[in-house]
């Protein structure tokens, strides 16, 4: 069974945007560097960071307080459920059939057509863990075609066309096609 007990919920009140480390209560994990990520070995490709800003409480105090921030970045998107709460979180895609096709109840969610683990996920905090399985978006960070293995972040669509992340994930390793990042539109988007 999961331990609940190591995730915290988010701050009652804004310190971060969702993409920084600061956004939520608890620790930060780092993971072992993958050695299928190493660029000295593969052709790694990767999203492209176009704009980073950040807006401060106090503009006299380069280093205090923000209020606000946008991280814009361009990479594959693509459409998947997720099980947040589940002892072992998945993400998952659908390839959409007819409207004859067959139900599938996959990740507590209806979806027409096949749907298909596409990797791991981890919720960032204890609001993700407790929310129902739901529409969230991957966006892949790092990719390695050879070995056909991605890492991105979990994002859920928030108002005005933007998104917020929710985790992170890394694509299970019977899935060599990669389908996160070959079979889904590239998008310049912006968290917040």
């Known amino acids: 069974m999961k331990d609940y007990s190591a995730y915290a919920p988010r701050p009652g009140?804004?310190?971060a945007p969702s993409w920084s480390?600061?956004?939520v209560d608890g620790r930060v994990v780092y993971s072992d560097f993958d050695s299928r990520l190493d660029p000295d070995r593969y052709n790694i490709m990767e999203c492209h960071v176009l704009e980073c800003e950040v807006s401060l409480v106090n503009r006299?105090?380069?280093f205090s307080r923000i209020d606000g921030g946008v991280l814009k970045v361009r990479s594959p998107l693509t459409r998947v459920t997720w099980n947040?709460?589940?002892p072992m979180p998945k993400l998952y895609g659908c390839t959409v059939q007819d409207e004859d096709g067959p139900d599938y109840h996959e990740?507590?969610?209806v979806q027409k057509g096949t749907i298909r683990s596409l990797g791991d996920a981890?919720?960032?905090s204890l609001d993700e863990v407790s929310s129902a399985p739901s529409e969230a978006w991957a966006l892949p960070i790092l990719w390695n075609l050879e070995e056909g293995y991605v890492v991105g972040l979990v994002m859920v669509a928030a108002p005005g066309n933007y998104f917020r992340r929710v985790g992170y994930f890394s694509s299970d390793d019977s899935v060599k096609?990669?389908?996160l990042t070959q079979?889904?539109?590239?998008?310049?988007?912006s968290l917040f």
Do not use: E, N, T
């Open 177 to 179: 096609d990669i389908v």
């Open 84 to 86: 947040p709460g589940a």
């Open 60 to 62: 006299d105090l380069p």
């Open 21 to 23: 480390w600061a956004a």
């Open 107 to 109: 990740a507590g969610v």
């Open 183 to 189: 079979q889904s539109a590239v998008r310049d988007i």
């Open 13 to 15: 009140k804004y310190r």
């Open 122 to 124: 981890f919720p960032d």
